[in-house]
Every structure is written in structure tokens, then in C-alpha cells.
């Protein structure tokens, strides 16, 4: 069993790639966030300082997208807000069936992402634009929920296979 589970480990720089890659892009529109804001900010009362009619529309978007993929990373490290007042006072196998039960859980929430925000983003998103930028799509605007919904599945896939690794391991050593 040990042989298995050393083999699809090889695919773990895969995750930590996405992890990366996710993280990079979130830093990345925390920078833009606070570049258009600050420039928008400053230009209401600096004369030769724009402050575009764009700008409040593209700092939520990219908030938006900052929200949902940072809950995304939050998958990856355990860090999501959960009920662990009563982990001390159960057994440890009904904590781990729990917490495989909540993976359960957000995989299915983030397959729900994938398909209706995609839906959404596809279909009422292409057909409108923004009010200031006629020329972008609100497809940009929905976009952040389903690309969510797919690291949200990479990471809960990572997190059930260490759940299964864990539980066969230890079985395997009480052998």
C-alpha cells in the first residue's frame, strides 16, 4: 500500500504549482486593487491625476475574485473558520469522518460553482457589458466563481487523498 501511495505523492508538486499559481494571481490583483484605488483616490484632488469612471467597477471585480480564490487557498491549509469546540471530546475516528464529511461537502459546493457560475458567467455575463467599459463583457465580472470552483476541487481532491493516505496508513501499521 505504502508503494502506492509513494507514486501518486508525485503528484503533489502539482498542487503546490496551483497553490502558487493561485496565490500569485491573488497578490497580483491586490496590487492592482490598490494601484486603481489609490490612483482613483488621489485623482479626485490632484487636477493632472486621473480618476477614470472605471475604476470603482474593476476594483470589485478584482475583490471578487480575490474572495473566492483566497477561500480556494484557505482549502489547502486548513484554514477555513470550523467547529472544532467538541474535536477534543469525540472519539478521533467520528472527528476525522467529519472532517471528511465536510470535504464531501465543499467538493460538492465547488462542482456547484463550477457548473452554475459558468452558466451565469457564459450566459447572463456575455450578454451584458459594464456600464463604464461598454466594451468588456460582464462574463469577467461571474468569471471568479466557476475558475473558484476549480481550484476549490483541486485542493479538496488533495485534502481527501491525505484523508484516505492517513486512514490506510495507519490501518496498515496496526497490521
Known amino acids: 500500500m505504502a508503494a502506492v501511495f509513494e507514486k501518486i505523492d508525485k503528484i503533489k508538486p502539482v498542487y503546490d504549482w496551483v497553490y502558487q499559481l493561485v496565490m500569485v494571481l491573488c ?10 484605488t489609490c490612483m482613483s483616490v488621489v485623482g479626485r484632488y490632484v487636477p493632472f ?3 477614470p469612471a472605471w475604476s470603482e467597477e474593476v476594483v ?18 486548513g484554514a477555513h473558520i470550523r467547529m472544532t469546540a467538541l474535536d477534543g471530546y469525540l472519539p478521533k475516528g467520528v472527528v476525522k469522518a467529519l472532517d471528511i464529511l465536510s470535504d464531501v461537502c465543499v467538493l460538492v ?67
Not at 497578490?27 to 486603481?36: A, C, E, Q, R, S
Not at 470589485?60 to 491549509?77: F, K, N, Q
Not at 466557476?146 to 497490521?175: R, S, T
Open 27 to 36: 497578490k497580483l490583483l491586490l496590487i492592482v486593487d490598490i494601484g486603481i
Open 49 to 51: 491625476i486621473p480618476d
Open 60 to 77: 470589485l471585480t478584482c475583490m471578487s475574485y480575490m474572495a473566492v480564490l483566497s477561500a480556494a487557498l484557505a482549502i489547502r491549509r
Open 109 to 175: 459546493l465547488a462542482v456547484i460553482m463550477i457548473t452554475v457560475g459558468w452558466q451565469y458567467a457564459s450566459g447572463i455575463g456575455a450578454k451584458g457589458s459594464y456600464v463604464s467599459m461598454p466594451g468588456v463583457s460582464r462574463f469577467w465580472m461571474y468569471f471568479p466563481v466557476p475558475l473558484a470552483g476549480v481550484a476549490m476541487v483541486v485542493f479538496e481532491l488533495e485534502a481527501l487523498y491525505n484523508h484516505l493516505k492517513d486512514i490506510l496508513m495507519k490501518q496498515e501499521g496496526n497490521h
